[in-house]
T-cell receptor
């Protein structure tokens, strides 16, 4: 089983829609979680951190469920510019940081 | 904010040649950097962890003699693809962590390698 799993999609939604992605992680020692966005042929860029209490940044809301070991990303009022691949990242900390802990990415396409 | 710079952005080389990719942390010191590879429509795959002043740690299946990593200073790590072949054509991305604890990774802009 992969350490971090995501539904690869693709998700095709109209502008203005609300869309949610989930990401499950298998390592219960994971301590920190992040969502990244990757545009075609570009490097991943940090979208937001995910905190235990949940956090919001504009149209984006991230949540963590430690009991069920998943994190989620909710995008409200989708824009065309939100079209990208969204990667979740779970860090087990210490020397394992960065080690094979990216999800495979969820492709989002927002259409007019 | 923290910036990770990677050079070159793209390179085309002939089969059998070696290619060096540089990864720099511009405004912070990075004792650890990570090298990833990404094939089209696939996820990021960690190749190795680069440690300043010591040998890199390679992931299973990654040939350390083919992908040479040098982390000679706190702001520079290099990845050399030796004797490149067409199957090495890929998107290579480095990353580093700015800050301690569980801070996020920041990525370089990536290097698109095409071996002909």
């Amino acid at each position: 089983r992969k350490e971090v799993e995501q539904d690869p999609g693709p998700f095709n939604v109209p502008e203005g829609a609300t869309v949610a992605f989930n990401c499950t992680y298998s390592n219960s020692a994971s301590q920190s979680f992040f969502w990244y966005r990757q545009d075609c042929r570009k490097e991943p860029k940090l979208l937001m951190s995910v905190y235990s209490s949940g956090n919001e940044d504009g149209r984006f809301t991230a949540q963590l469920n430690r009991a069920s070991q998943y994190i989620s990303l909710l995008i409200r009022d989708s824009k065309l510019s939100d079209s990208a691949t969204y990667l979740c990242f779970a860090n087990a900390g210490g020397t394992s940081y960065g080690k094979l802990t990216f999800g495979q990415g969820t492709i989002l396409t927002v259409h007019p | 904010g923290a910036v990770v710079s990677q050079h070159p952005s793209w390179v085309i080389c002939k089969s059998g040649t070696s290619v060096k990719i540089e990864c720099r942390s511009l405004d912070f010191q990075a004792t650890t950097m990570f090298w990833y590879r990404q094939f089209p429509k696939q996820s990021l795959m960690l190749m190795a962890t680069s440690n300043e002043g010591s040998k890199a740690t390679y992931e299973q299946g990654v040939e350390k003699d083919k992908f040479l990593i040098n982390h000679a200073s706190l702001t520079l790590s290099t990845l050399t693809v030796t004797s490149a072949h067409p199957e090495d054509s890929s998107f290579y991305i480095c990353s580093a962590r700015f800050g301690a604890g569980n801070s996020p990774l920041h990525f370089g802009n990536g290097t698109r390698l095409t071996v002909t």
